[in-house]
């Protein structure tokens, strides 16, 4: 079983709704983040969180927010989509002892019309 | 000037060449530095660090200069698996708030 999974994988959705991506691990991280990818832009980081008490805003936050759930479990959610929005997301973790080896899920495609 | 550039390339190379991508970072206070492999539509994995010294992974060599603020990676005896967008990557925070800043990646394609 893969120690970071997202869900869902792929998905199609409109403006303005409201879409959640979620993201689990089994690695016992407490580290946990999101980023989206886009082409000739590479990785930006929207959110990440250092234990389940933190969460802190990266380059990109606008228009989404996070909720860490559990040390395990943290999701990302677009109150309002927008077509500019449409991107590879991944979630990564990673620990204290070896906080700049990062571990990705395998992402969601998100499109939005 | 991004934080992280490097050459998207594409790079097509014969089986069996060496090829060498390079990457320039633009934080002279940069703590730490890596060389990503995303296979396409595929998540990250970290391929190595790159520590001041310069060090080797079997086929892989990875180089520091921190005076040019610049980083490379070598693969020698190119292998068709090798195809991939190798991605550089900087972490400009030190132990314990590592924050990463990922290039857009280069692109490398093994031909046979």
């Known amino acids: 079983d893969a120690d970071v999974t997202q869900t869902p994988r792929n998905r199609i959705t409109k403006t303005g709704k409201r879409i959640m991506l979620e993201c689990s691990q089994t690695k016992g991280h407490d580290r946990m983040y999101w980023y989206r990818q886009d082409p000739g832009l590479g990785l930006r980081l929207i959110y990440y969180s250092f234990d389940v008490k933190d969460i802190n805003k990266g380059e990109i936050s606008d228009g989404y927010s996070v909720s860490r759930q559990a040390q395990a479990k943290f999701s990302l959610s677009l109150e309002s989509a927008i077509p500019n929005q449409t991107a590879l997301y991944f979630c990564?973790?990673?620990?204290?002892?070896?906080?700049?080896?990062?571990?990705f899920g395998p992402g969601t495609r998100l499109t939005v019309l | 000037r991004k934080e992280v550039e490097q050459d998207p390339g594409p790079f097509n190379v014969p089986e069996g060449a060496t090829v060498a991508f390079n990457c320039t970072y633009s934080?002279?206070?940069?703590?730490?530095f890596f060389w990503y492999r995303q296979d396409c539509r595929k998540e990250p994995k970290l391929l190595m660090s790159?520590?001041?010294s310069g060090n080797e992974d079997g086929r892989f060599t990875a180089q520091l200069n921190r005076a040019s603020q610049y980083i490379s990676l070598l693969i020698r005896d190119s292998k068709l698996s090798d195809s991939a967008t190798y991605l550089c990557v900087v972490n400009s925070e030190g132990f314990g708030n590592e924050k990463l800043t990922f290039g857009t990646g280069t692109r490398l394609t093994i031909i046979p």
């Open positions: 790159v520590y001041s």
């Open positions: 990564a973790t990673s620990d204290q002892l070896q906080g700049a080896r990062f571990f």
């Open positions: 934080n002279s206070a940069s703590q730490s």
